[in-house]
């Protein structure tokens, strides 16, 4: 089976989506599908990609086009089609919701739609009007012309069902995983507390890009209505311009010093900050997947966080259930996870049991079952 990955929207930096990207591919090329696969991108893609032990696996075309932008659209929407054909590809997966649609009798198109959080909480993600909609557009477009589409929780497959309409059995659901092995040694805790200004005292984690949705803005507020002096809450992930809103609210707080933008971290950071942390806070207002919470979990890291979306199906009983809207329910919790060691030990054994339910070549193989569907359907 010949499938072309459409990856012309990965660049350095891009968090999840090159996550994704990177684990979904090596799992399926170690657990040899007998797939010929041809991967497409742009001049812009992440290094990490190329240099992956399984790259040498895989086919690669550059394509002379940035990530982001217009013209990139352009080419995933539909001008990529000739140079797919072109390779003879028979199942087009494309990996963040825009990509070609189906040419009947030729080619099956399979889209991932990671998530619907900037049409669904229009305010709670740092883009604007135009690129919105621009988003909509493009990602309705491949959707509803997709021969099947892919999403990662049983959540965000409601989700794309009722806000696109499309049929239920078209949609495959592919949760994420968790690597059996880590990315890198943590950094050690000296150096880690050193270089980060961690303090000597208890460390409160919460991953993940500078988002409203991220409700990180609940957690500084949650830190302050604690009041211990003696607690330093980590952010790291991806920064954006909402970065700055966080640092001035954690300054009128009177928390700032004890509020950690990191920004981006190197793998053996994010182990150490891990390994450090008396417990991981995820308390957003909407997720696609959750993967930081997995990853918590598989650490086995006391958790707490929402119930909302899909991060209900990710941690099921192992985590303390938060409202990222009851900044009371927040700090609450902080001061559980602090203060009791029981619920930090149950959390602790709950974690890692929950997060083996979860693993990348699952994902891989639900992945390959979705490419056979849409090549069946195209063959009907």
Not at 133 to 154: D, E, G, N
């Amino acid at each position: 089976m010949r499938i072309g990955v459409n990856g012309l929207h990965l660049t350095e930096g891009g968090g999840g989506a090159v996550r994704y990207a990177s684990e979904l591919l090596r799992a399926i090329c170690e657990a040899d599908h007998g797939l010929d696969i041809t991967m497409f991108i742009s001049r812009d893609a992440p290094a990490e990609l190329r240099d992956a032990v399984w790259a040498s696996a895989v086919r690669w075309v550059q394509l002379p086009v940035a990530a982001h932008g217009a013209p990139n659209a352009l080419l995933q929407a539909g001008g990529m089609l000739p140079l797919a054909l072109a390779h003879r590809v028979g199942v087009m997966h494309s990996l963040a919701g825009v990509g070609p649609p189906r040419v009947p009798g030729a080619m099956a198109s399979v889209v991932t739609l990671l998530d619907l959080i900037w049409l669904l909480l229009p305010d709670q993600v740092s883009m604007s009007a135009a690129e919105r909609a621009s988003w909509i557009r493009w990602t309705r477009f491949a959707t509803q012309r997709a021969t099947r589409v892919i999403a990662i929780s049983h959540a965000g497959a409601a989700d794309i069902a009722r806000s696109y309409g499309i049929a239920p059995e078209r949609i495959d659901v592919t949760p994420l995983g968790v690597r059996a092995v880590a990315l890198a040694a943590p950094t050690p805790e000296p150096e880690l507390r050193d270089r980060l200004a961690l303090g000597a005292g208890p460390v409160l984690l919460s991953v993940g890009q500078q988002q409203p949705y991220k409700a990180q803005d609940q957690l500084i507020r949650a830190l302050a209505q604690l009041g211990r002096r003696d607690v330093v809450l980590a952010l790291p992930g991806p920064p954006t311009d909402y970065g700055g809103e966080l640092a001035r609210l954690a300054a009128g707080l009177g928390v700032g010093d004890r509020v950690r933008l990191l920004g981006f971290v190197s793998d053996a950071d994010v182990e150490g900050l891990f390994a450090v942390a008396t417990a991981v806070l995820q308390p957003s207002r909407m997720e696609g997947f959750g993967l930081p919470a997995l990853e918590a979990m598989q650490r086995g890291r006391p958790l707490a966080c929402s119930g909302r979306s899909a991060l209900g199906e990710v941690v099921g009983d192992a985590a303390l259930l938060v409202d990222p809207d009851d900044v009371g329910s927040i700090a609450a919790a902080m001061g559980r996870l602090l203060d009791d060691e029981a619920l930090r030990d149950d959390l602790g054994r709950r974690g890692p049991a929950r997060a083996s339910e979860f693993t990348w070549e699952a994902t891989a193989q639900a992945t390959v079952e979705s490419y056979r569907r849409a090549l069946h359907a195209a063959r009907s």
